[in-house]
């Protein structure tokens, strides 16, 4: 499609179409940048202003979104929890067709401390698995999990598992007889600490979702206390309401 100065569509609305065309058609795919103000002006021949005006629809319509100092990058689908099934990280990954990983931040043995036995019903000082990751999809981080399980329910997995790949539902469900049943959960939303801006690689403004998480397999036996951030950027949750 041209520009066309004696159309009287105006300028930005056309060049604004063009820009959706080619985001449709993939020339720009999802989360790709777009190219500069300035290079698009000398390609559709208008100037800057129009240009921008034509941006300015699209971030407005959420098409696409600017990144300060970066550009205007074409706008990705948040990836989106359903709430309502007891699923792991890697499942749910799975699901919304991107590849799961992780950073192993700790896998260690830990003595418990008196937050954490409440939780897992064990008595202080009780070994406990302390696993912390950075969870990526398609090697971007999402979230920054700190997981607290009881070691007398996997012995040895610190030893036996690179959680950078291995899935933790999995590996207690086919390896320790220990399937995750239900969990009950809480969550709100917060700005990251310092630490945690740096691991997910969030700025200090970009509120994330806080979840904290108590699961349990047969009997109503508490098997992991986790505690979990989310990109906001990044995450939806739904919640299913029968
Ligand atoms: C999910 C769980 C987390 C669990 C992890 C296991 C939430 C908020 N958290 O991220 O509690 O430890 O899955 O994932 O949903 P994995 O089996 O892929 O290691």
């Given at each position: 499609?041209?520009?066309?100065?004696?159309?009287?569509?105006?300028?930005?609305?056309?060049?604004?179409?063009?820009?959706?065309?080619?985001?449709?058609?993939?020339v720009?795919?999802s989360?790709?940048?777009?190219?500069?103000?300035?290079?698009?002006?000398s390609?559709?021949?208008?100037?800057?202003?129009t240009?921008?005006?034509?941006?300015?629809?699209?971030?407005q319509?959420?098409?696409i979104?600017?990144?300060?100092?970066?550009?205007?990058?074409?706008?990705?689908?948040?990836?989106?929890?359903?709430?309502?099934?007891?699923?792991?990280?890697t499942?749910?990954?799975?699901?919304?067709?991107v590849?799961?990983?992780?950073k192993?931040?700790?896998?260690?043995?830990q003595?418990a401390?008196?937050?954490?036995?409440?939780?897992?019903?064990?008595?202080?000082?009780?070994?406990i698995?302390?696993?912390?990751?950075?969870?990526?999809?398609?090697?971007e981080?999402i979230?920054?999990?700190t997981?607290?399980?009881?070691?007398?329910?996997?012995?040895?997995?610190?030893?036996?598992f690179?959680?950078?790949?291995?899935?933790?539902?999995?590996?207690?469900?086919?390896?320790?007889a220990?399937?995750?049943?239900?969990?009950?959960?809480?969550m709100?939303?917060?700005?990251?600490?310092?630490?945690?801006?740096?691991?997910i690689?969030?700025?200090q403004g970009?509120?994330?979702?806080?979840?904290?998480?108590?699961t349990?397999?047969?009997?109503?036996?508490?098997?992991?206390?986790?505690?979990?951030?989310?990109?906001?950027?990044?995450?939806?949750?739904?919640?299913?309401?029968?």
């Amino acid at each position: 499609m041209n520009i066309n100065p004696d159309l009287s569509v105006p300028l930005y609305q056309q060049i604004r179409e063009h820009l959706i065309q080619q985001i449709n058609e993939s020339v720009y795919p999802s989360g790709s940048r777009l190219p500069s103000e300035r290079d698009l002006a000398s390609h559709f021949g208008v100037s800057r202003v129009t240009v921008r005006q034509a941006l300015n629809s699209l971030i407005q319509e959420g098409v696409i979104h600017s990144q300060t100092g970066k550009g205007h990058y074409v706008y990705k689908p948040k990836l989106d929890q359903e709430l309502g099934f007891l699923t792991s990280f890697t499942e749910e990954m799975h699901q919304r067709g991107v590849d799961p990983s992780s950073k192993v931040i700790h896998a260690e043995i830990q003595l418990a401390m008196l937050e954490i036995t409440e939780h897992l019903q064990i008595t202080l000082g009780t070994e406990i698995v302390f696993l912390q990751r950075v969870r990526q999809a398609d090697n971007e981080p999402i979230a920054l999990e700190t997981a607290y399980l009881p070691h007398s329910i996997c012995p040895g997995i610190v030893e036996r598992f690179d959680f950078s790949n291995d899935s933790l539902y999995k590996v207690l469900r086919e390896e320790y007889a220990c399937p995750l049943i239900w969990a009950k959960q809480r969550m709100q939303a917060r700005l990251p600490t310092p630490v945690e801006q740096k691991l997910i690689g969030v700025n200090q403004g970009s509120p994330v979702l806080s979840i904290t998480r108590i699961t349990y397999s047969h009997h109503n036996h508490p098997v992991e206390l986790v505690r979990s951030i989310y990109r906001g950027d990044q995450y939806e949750l739904g919640i299913i309401l029968r």
